[in-house]
């Protein structure tokens, strides 16, 4: 189970908990009491964007990151990774297309009503 504890921007501290393996995506309504509502909204995070020149280049990057136990996404035939100075190490290592982006990923965040 994934537990975290996090301060939405009205102040309000909560406590998550989430089954292994769920997860609540961006606009996803979390709770519900009396006067407020908390809706997940996604925090935008530095990445590294990687063009594979072909399909076996992508799902080799996928394995590489996933062995890491990184997160990515694939947005339009690019590959979508963590700004980290080991992924970045890798991916040139790999011979993708590489370039950084300052608001490529999205990482789960917390919204609440006032």
Not at 6 to 21: D, N, P, S, Y
Not at 49 to 60: L, Q
């Amino acid at each position: 189970m994934g537990r975290r504890r996090v301060i939405t921007r009205a102040g309000r501290e909560l406590a998550l908990a989430f089954a292994h393996g769920e997860c609540a995506g961006s606009g996803a309504g979390v709770a519900r009491r009396g006067d407020f509502y908390v809706i997940v909204e996604a925090a935008a995070e530095a990445v590294l964007v990687v063009t594979p020149r072909s399909r076996e280049e992508a799902v080799r990057i996928a394995f590489e990151v996933g062995n890491r136990h990184f997160a990515l996404a694939v947005d339009a035939g690019r590959v979508l990774v963590p700004d980290d100075p080991a992924m970045e190490q890798l991916m040139r290592r790999l011979g993708g297309g590489v370039r950084a982006d300052a608001s490529g990923l999205r990482a789960a965040g917390v919204r609440a009503s006032p």
